[in-house]
């Protein structure tokens, strides 16, 4: 028998208290966890904590101690509320310095605009010693890399930015493939067909999610597998179940 | 002096595999936290899990230590991948049963739709032994409470429905009051007009929070105080500064 795989995960941290006040929409999480699923790295768990030392501390050092990887998104702009690296540096024991390729940038990124290089802005060059910085081609202010933890930005797309230059550069795993088959049924109806269908494949699993649409109930099931070979079974035998109880089914999802 | 009034905290714990891989964007979180601002609660805290026994167990755990009230959203439906009844009656030690009222919701919802109560719908009368019921006007199934763990539907319109039937019902504190004050500025230009009227303000919390738009940078400060009188001057004082440096600010926000 041949060993397993190992199976590479990710914790993830969203900073702000604009996320736990209800007045922002997190939509870093999601983006997060498509861009780790194809660098086949699993998103495990994300904790969202407010712009406060301690929890944020605490958070990244019990992400860090469970899983291979720690993304961290928001608290890294110019102004007081913006903690995260003073937060994560004491949390490690390790001082916060300048780093002077962040300098750099920033000094290029606002020689011409108004103000140039203030002080505030200097703020977005601090790292925890030791770190790396992670490109940020939409603003200037770069994210940083320290080993396992990313720190980036709460700004959507200029987290999709930085994503975009880790591209391919970290170490991952097999990618977890999915398909998905929507059906006009009450989920609660087909049930036991797809506990069974997921049971018969070994590294398979079915997610329901139901949704009501055009006043009628249906579902959308998720199989997952990191083997081609046992998706593709797991979802020929879940549509020839549903297709023999009548059911009106969509591969692909509805 | 008089004592500080309690803050009332809660932990939030959203579950599903869905979350995780990136193809739901969750709501949930924005609405709860929304909805806990007004009953004088804060969302201290959110987690997200996969459907894991041991991950949902360990987090409910964690978050009931640490907080007055935990809320929990995914995993109460009829299939197999509805595991949040099972994990947290496991976490707290106590069996699982079958609530009679929550059987009786289930069959008069049931009895004239195709199939009945089935088993796996009854699945949705499960309770971890000892709790209440939740009502759910929208789709039958209720959500349970048990002491302080409200453990609600995923679906983001039933896990409204539940929280206006919690709503007044929960013992809160003052509630956090918030104005927005929109500024065509780069948050950086204005960093330390920002800290100093915080500073300048007890009990007063003030986020910044960039934003793109039509080609211009600007942002929107959430001035956030329990008291209205502190609330009404921080917000005055800062327009006062903004105005005095010649900034197109807008208060409301932008």
Not at 27 to 55: C, F, H, P, Y
Not at 205 to 226: H, L, Q, W
Not at 235 to 253: H, I, M, N, S
């Amino acid at each position: 028998m041949s060993s397993k795989p190992k199976v590479w995960t990710a914790g993830m941290l969203v900073i702000g208290d604009e996320i736990l006040s209800g007045r922002t929409h997190d939509k870093n999480i999601a983006q997060v966890a498509s861009w780790l699923q194809v660098q086949g790295i699993r998103l495990t768990e994300a904790r969202v904590v407010a712009d406060d030392m301690t929890a944020i501390g605490e958070a990244v050092t019990a992400l860090a101690d469970r899983y291979d990887y720690v993304f961290t998104t928001g608290g890294i702009g110019p102004t007081h509320d913006d903690i995260t690296v003073d937060a994560i540096a004491k949390a490690l024991g390790v001082p916060v310095v300048i780093h002077p390729d962040a300098r750099a940038i920033l000094y290029a990124y606002y020689k011409d605009r108004p103000g140039g290089l203030t002080e505030a802005r200097l703020r977005m060059a601090r790292v925890p010693e030791g770190a790396d910085l992670i490109p940020n081609r939409m603003s200037g202010a770069p994210g940083i890399r320290l080993g396992k933890l990313f720190i980036m930005a709460g700004v959507p797309h200029i987290t999709a930015g930085m994503l975009d230059a880790l591209t391919g550069t970290l170490e991952g795993g097999a990618v977890l493939l999915n398909e998905t088959v929507g059906c006009w049924v009450a989920e609660s109806e087909v049930a036991d067909v797809l506990r069974e269908v997921e049971k018969a494949h070994e590294d398979c699993m079915i997610g329901s999610y139901p949704f009501f649409r055009d006043g009628r109930v249906g579902a959308n099931f998720v199989i997952r597998s990191t083997s081609p070979e046992v998706l593709a079974s797991a979802v020929d035998t879940l549509c020839e179940a549903l297709g023999e109880e009548g059911y009106d089914f969509t591969p692909g999802g509805i």
